[in-house]
């Protein structure tokens, strides 16, 4: 995927038998879908046509041209990007998930520690899953107090590495 397309949700796979399919969402709601009329879906093209939301982190959509649950099912696995010049302006605090991925990650003398694989929540904060260089996985929150940002890099409280 090119770095200017961001990543919006994933079709998890057909839902019914009229073309519906399901949506894994990598944004605050469906409605955030709505605003977009075409994605970008591994190189085809697919306009929304409707979405609804459904549980929590997911929705139900339907696409111009897909009409049956064959054509549905064969979109699964496909993660729907939009060009990030159509999205939004980041308000303070906020930031887009790809932004960070594969970040170099250091702790405060400088050593490097791994690079980040995902940013999950929970409920609380965002947690940074860093990849550590030397094998293995280290979740840490995402605040101030624990991670600070500098230029292409994140610096990690070591305290929060053992």
Do not use: C
């Amino acid at each position: 995927m090119a770095a200017d397309q961001i990543v919006l949700a994933a079709i998890a796979g057909a839902h019914g038998i009229r073309g519906e399919v399901r949506l894994k969402l990598f944004t605050d709601d469906a409605q955030s879908l709505a605003r977009h009329a075409r994605f970008d879906a591994g190189g085809r093209a697919l306009v929304l046509a409707a979405i609804r939301a459904d549980k929590p982190g997911t929705a139900i959509a339907r696409f111009e041209g897909v009409a049956d649950r064959n054509v549905a099912e064969s979109l699964r696995g496909l993660t729907l990007t939009v060009a990030r010049t159509a999205l939004p302006a980041l308000d303070e605090g906020e930031y887009y998930v790809a932004d960070y991925l594969g970040r170099s990650v250091v702790d405060e003398t400088g050593a490097t520690v791994g690079t980040v694989k995902s940013i999950e929540n929970f409920g609380a904060s965002d947690i940074l899953d860093i990849a550590l260089a030397g094998g293995g996985t280290v979740m840490v929150p995402f605040v101030a107090e624990v991670v600070r940002e500098e230029a292409d890099r994140l610096i990690v409280d070591r305290a929060w590495l053992a």
